[in-house]
């Protein structure tokens, strides 16, 4: 592969674009260069950061810990980064990723509020010709994916709403300049993992906070706290152990199943063991349980209503808890937001819940929101409605592959990939945090370095062979497509409405059955992706034409 220089001309020549300067497409980006490609990010965005960029709302942080989601592959930026929480808010996560930017000198090698419309492969000279909103474009024989699994915004299809004459927009496009939510009139309409975190911080500001919910989740609590400098010294000095536990877990959190058989305990047993993991941060209390929680119903039901008994225990009123409890589903068979005071907050005069199983809501109107109630007036409505999840982003870009099929197209009834890596039919086009991979569904920084560093790999083997074209083979799509289907089985997820199974009530035809996450676990993964690597990228059809 010869390096290409930086062309001029209308269409400037890359070795490698990667689409996205999230926590992915940083990386990817560093390991290109330190591989001496010719390389280049393009980025929606004013900025780098990703969902740390965009996502802004008050209460945003992490929901693992913050030593276990930063970069591992650079000693000396661990030594020399200090983390002030736990699990660090937003505004710390992205001074962090801009000091990684700066401190490898990957900014000038960023093009920022430069979004890609679409990009079409090129099969006599193989190469992708990419074309941005406005017009410009690129070219580049490698496109790398770093958009994002949560990155496309979806709102609800109310009758008015842009008829509103306050402010109102999405959590995704929250302002960046800020709001005054002091004394404010403010609907949220969403009870979901952005919402768990958003309304206790709106309802500290505002005069009046209405939250409007359809299907209320299985929240636990986050209890996070401030890291002091000793603490921060010990984290430290026990990196390698914090990676090395990453590394054996399923999810690549620090928490790990617990695999003694609960069924052999006994209630007072068991009680112990819970409440432990009430009182203990982070995802313990859903990833940390008895393996059987989570793929026995029995088990399930049980430990679902030691979560119900804490939430009214945390509410003034037994009747909000009631509609604060899920009946639709157990705990963890959805991915668990973890709050800080949220089942407080609706124990304020000043905060309301609306059941819209109840009353709902029949239109937005110029002052507000109406349901079969009544009117609600309002200043500010914020949407926490969620995210057409990891294929979203994909369909928002006009991918074209061999005879012009498009990626939207193919993956219409869902997706279909090799190691969620490549789609058979769109040579070059390697898909980071793509459906079907392992990195979807866990500690993201752990999947996507896994992720990264196998990509890097094989752009170096194919510089090294002087090949310039990798592709899927259908059959071995085929067999990674039918294997993660069956990593649902036996799981309780798999029979819940949500966006590890591809369902989305506000994007027509996302009605469930959609396999969007390899759910075999990291290690096994990362033992797959060595393995195809060892034996000459078997699966994917590597040549020089």
Sequence with gaps: ?????????????????????????????????????????????????????????????????SYSYGYSFSKELLAEWDWSEHFAAQPETLRYLNHVVERFRLRDHMRFDSQVEGAEF???????????????????????TAIGMLSAATLPHYEGMDTFQGE???????????????????????????????????????????????????????????????????????????????AQTPGGFLHGPDYRDCDALSAAEKQHFWEELYRSSGFRKWLGNFVKVLIKADANAEYSDFIANKIRQRLNDPQTATKLIPTDHGFGTRRVPLETQYYEAFNRDTVELVDLNETPITRVTALGIQ???????????????????????????????????????????????????????????????????????????????????????????????????????????????????????????????????????????HDGDRYLVYFGGAPEYRQRLAAIAANDYEGFRLSKH
């Excluded at 090129?122 to 790398?144: C, H, K, M, P």
């Design 1 to 65: 592969m010869a390096i290409a220089k930086v062309s001029h001309s209308a269409q400037p020549t890359y070795d490698v674009i990667i689409i996205g300067a999230g926590v992915c497409g940083i990386y990817m980006l560093h390991r290109a260069l330190e591989l001496g490609l010719n390389a280049i990010v393009l980025e929606t965005g004013h900025g780098p950061g990703g969902t740390w960029y965009w996502n802004r709302y008050p209460g945003a942080r992490f929901d693992s810990e």
């Design 122 to 144: 090129i099969d006599a000279s193989n190469q992708w010709r990419v074309r941005l909103v406005g017009g410009e474009v690129f070219t580049t024989r490698f496109l790398i």
């Design 168 to 246: 109102s927009f999405h959590t995704y496009y929250w302002p960046q300049r800020g709001l005054n939510l002091a004394g404010a009139k403010v609907g949220v309409v969403g009870t979901g993992a952005t919402a768990v975190q958003l309304i206790p911080e709106v309802a500290k500001e505002a005069g009046h906070l209405t939250v409007f919910q359809r299907r209320p989740n299985w929240c636990a609590p986050l209890h996070n706290g401030p890291i002091d400098a000793e603490t921060m010294r010990q984290i430290k000095n026990q990196y390698e152990e914090i990676f090395d536990r990453c």
């Design 371 to 509: 349901t079969t109630a009544r009117d609600h007036p309002f200043d500010i409505i914020v949407y926490a409605t969620g995210f057409d999840a990891i294929t979203g982003s994909f369909d928002r870009i006009a991918f074209e592959g061999l005879n012009g099929k498009t990626l939207r197209e193919k993956w219409q009834a869902g997706p279909r990939t090799l190691l969620g890596l490549q789609t058979a039919g769109f040579p070059n086009l390697l898909t980071l945090a793509g459906p079907q991979s392992a990195s979807v569904g866990t500690n993201f920084p752990r999947g996507i370095e896994d992720a990264v560093d196998w990509t890097a790999d094989l752009l170096s083997y194919m510089r090294a062979h002087e090949l310039h074209r990798v592709e899927a083979t259908e059959a071995a799509e085929d067999e990674w497509t039918e294997l993660v289907r069956e990593s649902y089985d036996g799981m309780l997820l798999s029979d819940v409405k949500s966006w590890f199974n591809g369902y989305n009530s506000n994007v027509p035809g």
